[in-house]
Each structure stands twice: as C-alpha cells, then as structure tokens.
C-alpha cells in the first residue's frame, strides 16, 4: 500500500495547496520540517525544499516525488494507485 | 623576626612588565636572583593582581610569613610563595582571587616529554625547535583560555569532554558610517550624479538581504559612487548595521567639513590608514569640493531633502529582474527633480553653481570629539575601488583577500616590511599569494582557502604557450607545498577551488589583470586560459613530486556543477581529473548542485553558496569564507546519560548546543577585547585597515558546532548502528535535524550565524574517546570502535557510517549524504582505496553517480602509498618494507582526515580507524580489508622518515 508524505512549512505560499491535495487520498502523513521530525523525514527523502510531495511504498521506499512543486491532482493519483 | 630576615627568596626574574622582557629572560641562564624576605612584596602583587583590599593582603601576608617561619625554611621560590598565597586564598573561599592570582606554567616532566617526543595533535606538525616553541606557548594558551576566555562551566565541559573547543580562531571589528553622511552617487556613466544620505541611499535600493539579525545588506546593481579625484567607483553593496551603543566620533576638518564615524572606522590621514579614535587634530585628510568649477556635461541633483520631505514617494523597490524599469524610475524621478529646480519652485535642490565637478585639496583635521548619537543604525559602502568621498572626505571602506584582492593592491603586509605593487607577472603573483597564506596561517588556526585560483590567474595567461604555464602550475603547487619548510612547523593548510566552466557567479565580473588593472574583459573571456592553467594543474598532481609522491597540500578542490558538463571538453578534463584521483588520490570532488537547490525558493535548507556571496561574486577580491571557533559536541556521552530515554537526550543535546553558542559568545568577547587594541595589537593583521576594512567581518563570520560520534550514539541509545538499520538511520538523522534547528533558533536569539560542521576530529575523536573511557567506561566500551586493548580506540568520525560497515561503497556514499544538507558549513565522504588503483572510468562513473543520484556535498578517493627513504620510489599500499628494493627504511601516506599525511604521525585513535578502514577497488562492490600486515602486526614503522 502507497503512502503519501507532504513536507511543508510555515509561511510557504504553496504549501496549503500541496496538503489539499494530499488529504484527498488516504495515508497521508504531513511533515512540518522546522521540527526535527519533520526535518529529518525530509533529509531521509532528500528533500530539500517545501512544497514537496513524496509517495513511498509499504517499506518506505520512494516510489515517485515532487520537490518544490505541486504536482497537478491527476499527475498524484496516477502515481497513488 | 630574626628567623624571617634569615630567609632568601630565589627568585625567577619575572618583574619585566612586557612579553619581550619576559621572552629575553626565559633565555638567559642565569635566571635566578637571591633577594632578602619582603613581605610588602606578596601585599603588592595580591593588590595589583587580585584587586584584593589592602588589608586583606596585608593579613594574608602575615599568614604567609607565620607559615615559612613555622616550616623552618632557610630559602623559599617565588612560586613557593605564590602556591602558599593561592592556598590562602582557597582556605578562606575566594576562588575568584584564586583564579587571577594562579600561575601558569608546565611541570618539568611535561616540557621534556614535549622537548623529546612529537606532538600527534594534528599530523601535519613536525617534530622540530620551532614546533616544540609552537606545542609549549600551545599548551600555556590552552591553560589561559580555559581560565581566563570561558566561563567555569564551559571549561569544564571541555575538560571531562561533553564539548572540545578546537584551536584559537578568528577575528572581527565592525565599523561604518552614521546614515546622515552626505554621498555622491549614479546611474553608472550617467551625466546625472544624485547627492543623498547613506541612509536614503541604502533605503532607494532594492532587495534586503539578513545576513544576521544586526545586518542588513543591499547589492545595487549598476551604481557609481564619486571617488577620490572626481573618479566614479561602482557600488558593490550598501550595509545598514545596528549601531548596539558603539561609541561614535565627531571628526571635523579646517575647510568645513564633518562627519561621524564609529571609533573603530579607518581614517585617511596624511597617506596613512588609522582607527579614528587615533585620529589627532592636526592630521591631514584629503577632502574634496563638490561644487566648484565648472560642469563637464555631468548634473548633479541634491535630493536629500527632497526624499527627506518626500520619503515613501521616492522609495524605490527594484531587484535584479526590473533593473530597466528601476532605472526609468531613477530618471523619471531626476527630471521630475531637474524640472521643478529650473523652475525654480525647488528650494531644496542644490544651490549655487548646477553643475559638479571635483577639486581636490587637503585641510586638517580640527577637532575629534566622541559624540553621543541617538541613531540606532549605522551604514557602510562597499566599493570596488575600495574607497569613496564621504561628506567630501576621502574614506576607504571595505575589501577582503583573494586571488584578485592581491592583483589588485599587491602586498603590504604589517608583518612584513616591504610593499609590493600588484603583481606585473605570475611568479610574482604566485609570489605575493604564498606570502599572503604564510601570514594568514599565522593568524588562523583553519585551512586557507582560495577561490577559483585557475581563474582568477587566467588573465596573467594571455599568450603564454602550454610550457610556460605548466612551468608556473608547477611553481604555484610547489611553493605552496613547499612553504612548510620556510616555517619551521606546520605545513600552510590551503584549499584551491578549482573549475572548468567558469562559475554563473563570475562570469559578468570584470577582470583583473596585470598591474592590478582591470582589462575592460569579464572572467567569461578568460575560459580558455584558466582552462589549460587547470589542466596544467592537474598534470602537476598527476606526476606528484620529484619522485611521484603525490603532493598534500594545496588541496585541490574541483567544483563540479551542472555548468561543468554543459561546457566543452568536460569530459575530456573529468578523464584527467578521475586519473588523478586515482593514481595520487588528491582530488576532492566538490558538488555545487545550484540548479536544484536555488529552484526552491519557499524554503531551501542550504546554498552552498549562498546569495550574499554570490552577489559579491562581483567584487571577487573580498570574497573570504572564515569561522571564529569550531566546538565540537561529544554525541556518545549524550546518549550514555540519556541512558535511553529519548527525552533526556533530546534535552541533552539541546543543553549542550547551549553550551556551544555560550562558548561562542565568550571566545567573541576575547577576541574583540584583543581587537581593540588596534593596529598596536597582536592581532593588527586582522584589523589591518590597508583597504579599509578588517580580514575578518563580522558580517561574515561563522561559528562552527561540529558534530562527533553519531554513529555510536545512535548505537548505544538504539541498538544498532546507522549502517544496520533504516529506523538507526532515521534516528541519526532526527538528532542532527535536530541540532540543525537548533542552531538556527541560537543564531536568532544571540545575533550570530551558527551552523553544523562535519568536525574533521583528528584529535577530538580520540580525545573525547579517551575521556568517555575514563568517565563512562561501561557504556564506552560498547560502541568504541577500534581496539580497547592497544589503546588504539576511536570515535567515528561526525556523521560517517562505521569505517568497517560491510556495506558498499555507492550505499555508503549514499546514506552519509543524506545528512549533507543539513551540515551547512561542509561534510565530505572517503572513499578508502587502499592499495587498489581503480580504473579512472571507474571513478568517473562514481563520481557522475555521485553528483546525479545523492546530496553529498564532496567526495574524494583516498589510496595508501609506501614511500621508500633509500630508493625514494613510491609504491601503492602500505608495506613493511619497499617492494622494490626491499629495503625497510619506509614510511606510509594516505589521509588521515581531509587531507594526505605521514602515517607515523597519527595518533593511537587515528591509526586504530586506520586498520578498520574497509578498502574498495570500486568493483561491483568488493570489499578488501586493511592489509594483513597491518591487522597483524601494526603499521610500518618509519626509520629516518
């Protein structure tokens, strides 16, 4: 089963959209990397800005990612199911 | 009182009052002088040294006597007395007088064990007269530091080892310009010259930057300030900074002019560069008249008191982007200005004579006075030519050190009696370069670092055919390399950043060339001669020494970027490079992924290069990266208290990063302390005033958390280590995310830029080990790695896997570089060869892998060599004696950390790391390990080497 993991931080102007998007699937889990959890999610998944939008697989390896950017809804849900 | 006439004091003869006298005594031999009991004498020195009351010295010199009398003593030391003093001091509680009243000094054993047996601290150190003096003042520094720099509690933190404070560092005096000082400026070549404040200046232009939280700095792009003699000099950058109380100074001169400077700010007085607070009336400054003479085809427009009047209407917003439509702004607002002045309705713009031209003339300075300002900002202008009319006197401000800093005002040196012109031909630029890095070694405790040396020597190049510009790469390495012998000591640590395809940052600034003059050519022009100067370069290294050792020093550092493959014959350099690396292994791969990382503008965690330093990128010569002090953190010891517990660790950690800022602070302190002394001091180097600004600023300087261990922190609070497990990994990387952030909330709260550094720990790592040994010996014992036994034990070094992980090398790479952008001042990962010669395909392919697939900030390959003293040839591996001629007189080089060195000058922990360390040949992953001959029976003992 695919997950969906959303970097995000505060005063990101893209990022409200990237977690409205993301919540519309199940197994999403939002990561705020000015915590230390959130941090150190992102630098296992290398990523290195917000917005980013990574889907792992059951084992938590990466299956497809956006980084800095938010992928278009259908773009996701291709890579979701 | 007879038995206390009777007593003789011996007594060292340390009543000089300066370092010299101090210095000339140690070395005479008769240092010893008899003199009769004087009790006043020990009164004295308590008031002076402890500020004790006289009474209280009084009565602790009676105590004093009572004893020696009481102890039957015929003849006492000084340093007798002085102990008996401190006991005193102690049995009544006053540990502060204490302190001040303590002697420093070394026990007779230790200076002999110096005198006799080499110091391991760090590898590059020889074993000589001039290293002992160097390991002997070091050692009496670290004492003063620890009493005197830090606080008790910092001190002691570096003693049982939660934190190690690395070496003496670095230096920074801040200085400006109160923001009502008059300026004169343009749109470059424009016939229309703006007067404004430094404070409207700085407000007109576009897109702040926040250096640190008391700096804000500008980057005009386009703009002229009015320079000595009437000349116009570009505008580099504008710098708004909290005055935070600095005392200011009044300086007016005999024809009329004035301006307020901070204390510190260089003054130009009669051809020589002061502090004002050295200022003198009388002195001769040059000033200038802006409104005299006639006008050649040149306006000037007074606006300052129409921006006064009119301050939010004529903000101008403009960046990079709409510079056009910033200068249509500028223009609209000149003849807006210019109208309403020829109509007269103006009665601010400039009166008199419309026009500007320039006189220069000379007056005196007729009064220095300090002056008490309520403005809370002070300002700075950076210019290209180093200097600028302020208020119509003639001012220097900032500059820096670089390649192009040389070229462009050539030598002078306060250490150094002679001064050169900039540099007419390149041995003497190479010249001037080593000079240069031998005095800031002197100065600095880290590495010298050159940016974009084949470039910047580019324009020396023009016309000269391949032989003579192999000859002169050959002559820079080797004067480099060589420069440890002029020493006596230490070899100059120094970095050269090198590149193919000139770096974006570069590409537009202009060059400079020989004479130190500007050749009316951008860098760009100049690709093709640094071009075959790098490839000279690498041809050097490739070939290694006389006798085909490979070179240490200068390291040198190939950045490679998505630039370096777009640019012509790449691959064909890449080839040369990855054969370097893989015969002497000196390369160090250095990824600038710029594209990727500048693309997120929302929140990017790190800029190798980050946007103020490319933005000076125009003014190369001040470009300068520098740290004050680097204190790295004992990570082990903060999962051994935390003994499990996340939450305890996790407030460990942040109690220590605590500790690490407050160092930082205090070790700021003293250094500024030294600072003040000025041009007198002994760090007058630092605040050398030559182009108008301090080596080192404030603006610029980092502070350094290093980390140590994690691997091993990870294992005792987990279980595992990083390389056995994913959930080991993560939690590695949730402790330095952890740091990370932690890191920037104390820059925040303190005003200063602390980052994480990957801390190379040559000697930490086994320090620290050391102590944790002693202090934790339980939990210590079951994650040190190396061997308990021989006391050859170690931490692994910062964020790095296990050294004998059976994990390959592509994973290894990839695991480490995943904590890369979060180790903002730098991380590296080794790739171990041992004696394996990979194929340089092999490497390339690594090294492209590397760069496309990970985060790592810089790789680099490390093979061991055997160098033989008889047959001086050098083999592959590390052996006990020489496969060539067999002789046993050997000696073995590979890196120890970032850099080649003498493997008999390693330390136990060192070596111990060296035997782990698992080779590769990059064959599909094969692994080898350390040399039988070293598991077994220990490293190839060096004879004569």
């Known amino acids: ?81 | 009182m007879s038995a206390v006439n009777n007593i003789r004091v011996l007594k060292r003869k340390e009543e000089a009052e300066d370092a010299t006298d101090i210095a000339l005594l140690v070395s005479t031999s008769s240092k010893e002088e008899i003199n009769l009991w004087d009790k006043s004498k020990i009164v004295r020195s308590l008031i002076i040294e402890t500020g004790a009351s006289p009474e209280l010295a009084q009565e602790i010199a009676d105590r004093v006597e009572e004893r020696i009398v009481q102890a039957r003593m015929n003849t006492v030391t000084t340093s007798i007395i002085r102990e008996l003093v401190d006991l005193e001091l102690l049995e009544r509680g006053l540990g502060t007088m204490h302190k001040k009243h303590s002697h420093l000094g070394l026990p007779m054993y230790d200076v002999e064990q110096i005198i006799t047996s080499a110091n391991k601290e760090n590898s590059n150190t020889t074993h000589n007269p001039e290293s002992i003096n160097l390991t002997l003042a070091e050692a009496i520094l670290k004492e003063f530091a620890l009493r005197k720099v830090f606080s008790e509690d910092i001190a002691r933190a570096h003693m049982v080892g939660d934190i190690h404070l690395h070496d003496l560092g670095f230096i920074i005096r801040p200085y400006s310009y109160l923001g009502d000082t008059v300026v004169h400026w343009r749109v470059k070549g424009s016939c229309v010259a703006f007067t404004t404040t430094m404070e409207q200046l700085y407000h007109l232009l576009p897109g702040e930057t926040r250096p640190e939280p008391t700096v804000r700095v500008k980057y005009p792009i386009g703009l002229e300030i009015l320079d000595r003699g009437g000349e116009w000099t570009e505008i580099r950058r504008v710098v708004k900074k909290d005055r935070l109380g600095k005392q200011m100074l009044f300086i007016a001169t005999s024809d009329g002019k004035y301006c307020v400077v901070t204390h510190d700010h260089p003054v130009i007085t009669g051809g020589e560069i002061k502090p004002a607070s050295l200022v003198e009336v009388g002195d001769e400054v040059e000033t200038m008249e802006m409104e005299k003479g006639r006008p050649r085809g040149l306006e000037e427009l007074n606006i300052v008191h129409i921006l006064e009047a009119n301050a939010n209407t004529f903000k101008l917003r403009f960046n990079a982007e709409d510079i056009l439509a910033a200068r249509q702004r500028l223009h609209e607002m000149v003849y807006q200005a210019a109208r309403s002045r020829r109509e007269g309705k103006n009665r601010f713009a400039s009166a008199g004579t419309p026009g500007m031209s320039s006189s220069a003339g000379r007056a005196r300075v007729i009064m220095v006075e300090p002056v008490e300002v309520l403005d809370v900002y002070i300002y700075d202008v950076t210019t290209e030519s180093g200097t600028l009319m302020a208020n119509g006197i003639y001012s220097h401000n900032c500059g820096g050190h670089s390649l192009d800093y040389i070229k462009k005002y050539g030598l002078s040196l306060p250490n150094i009696t002679s001064t050169s012109r900039p540099a007419k031909h390149p041995e003497v630029l190479i010249g001037h370069m080593v000079k240069m890095a031998s005095t800031l070694q002197s100065h600095y405790a880290g590495a010298i670092g050159w940016e974009a040396v084949n470039m910047f020597f580019a324009p020396y190049l023009v016309g000269l055919d391949y032989k003579r510009i192999k000859q002169l790469a050959q002559m820079l390495i080797y004067e480099f390399n060589q420069l440890a012998g002029a020493r006596g000591s230490q070899v100059v640590f120094t970095d050269f950043n090198l590149y193919w395809n000139i770096p974006r940052h570069f590409r537009d600034t202009p060059a400079i060339g020989p004479g130190g003059v500007y050749t009316g050519k951008t860098y760009k022009d100049y690709e093709k001669e640094a071009q075959t100067f790098l490839k000279a370069l690498f041809e050097v290294y490739l070939e290694g020494d006389a006798t085909g050792k490979t070179f240490v020093f200068p390291k040198p550092l190939l950045h490679i970027n998505e630039d370096f493959f777009r640019t012509e014959g790449h691959e064909e350099f890449l080839d040369l490079a990855c054969r370097v690396a893989a015969r002497q292994g000196i390369t160090y791969f250095v990824f600038d992924r710029g594209d990727e990382i500048t693309v997120s503008q929302c929140c990017r965690l790190k800029l190798r290069l980050k946007g103020k330093d490319l933005q000076e990128a125009m003014t190369p010569e001040k470009m300068r990266f520098t740290a004050l002090q680097n204190i790295t953190i004992n990570l082990p010891r903060i999962a051994y208290k935390a003994n499990g517990s996340d939450e305890v660790l996790f407030n460990e950690l942040q109690k220590a990063m605590q500790l690490v800022a407050k160092a930082h602070l205090q070790k700021r302190d003293f250094i500024a302390g030294l600072l003040e002394l000025g041009v007198n001091g002994p760090l007058s180097l630092l605040c050398d005033a030559k182009d108008g600004e301090p080596y080192l600023r404030l603006d610029r300087l980092t502070y350094l958390a290093g980390l140590l261990g994690l691997n091993e922190m990870v294992q005792y609070h987990t279980g595992m280590q990083l390389h056995e497990s994913q959930e080991a990994l993560k939690f590695g990387l949730k402790v330095v995310a952890h740091m990370n952030l932690a890191c920037k909330e104390l820059s925040e709260k303190y005003g200063i830029n602390l980052v994480l550094e990957e801390s190379p720990a040559e000697s930490s790592g086994y320090r620290l080990a050391k102590l944790d040994m002693k202090y934790y010996p339980t939990q210590a014992s079951k994650v040190l790695k190396g061997n308990l036994e021989t006391g050859e034990y170690y931490y692994t070094n910062s964020v790095h896997l296990n050294v004998e992980a059976d994990i390959d090398y592509i994973e290894r790479v990839r695991k480490q570089s995943l904590f890369h952008p979060l180790i903002e001042a730098g991380a590296i990962c080794h790739i171990w060869l041992g004696e394996h010669e990979p194929d340089p395909e092999s490497i390339k392919n690594f090294v492209i892998k590397t760069y496309r697939h990970t985060q790592s900030s810089q790789i680099a390959f490390s093979p061991e060599f055997t160098v033989c003293n008889d047959c001086r040839r050098t083999n592959r591996g590390l052996h006990e004696s020489c496969p060539a001629c067999g002789s046993v007189n050997v000696y073995g080089i590979t890196r120890i950390v970032g850099y080649f060195s003498k493997i008999t000058t390693w330390n136990k922990g060192k070596l111990g790391e060296l035997k782990d360390r698992v080779r590769t040949d990059l064959k599909g992953g094969l692994k080898h390990a350390a040399p039988k001959s070293l598991r077994e029976t220990g490293l190839p003992e060096v004879s004569g080497g």
Not at chain 1, 21 to 30: G, I, N
Not at chain 1, 33 to 59: H, K, M, R, W
Not at chain 1, 63 to 73: E, F, G, M, N
Request: with cysteine; net charge negative; hydrophobic share 40%.
């Open chain 1, 1 to 81: 089963m695919q997950h969906l993991k959303v970097f995000v931080k505060r005063d990101c102007q893209k990022c409200p959209a990237a977690k409205e998007l993301a919540s519309r699937f199940p197994h999403t889990e939002v990561y705020d990397i000015e915590q230390a959890d959130g941090l150190a999610e992102a630098a296992f998944y290398s990523v290195l800005c917000t917005p980013s939008i990574v889907v792992v697989d059951e084992n938590g390896a990466e299956v497809h990612a956006w980084r800095c950017t938010v992928p278009s809804p259908r773009e996701l849900a291709e890579w979701v199911n």
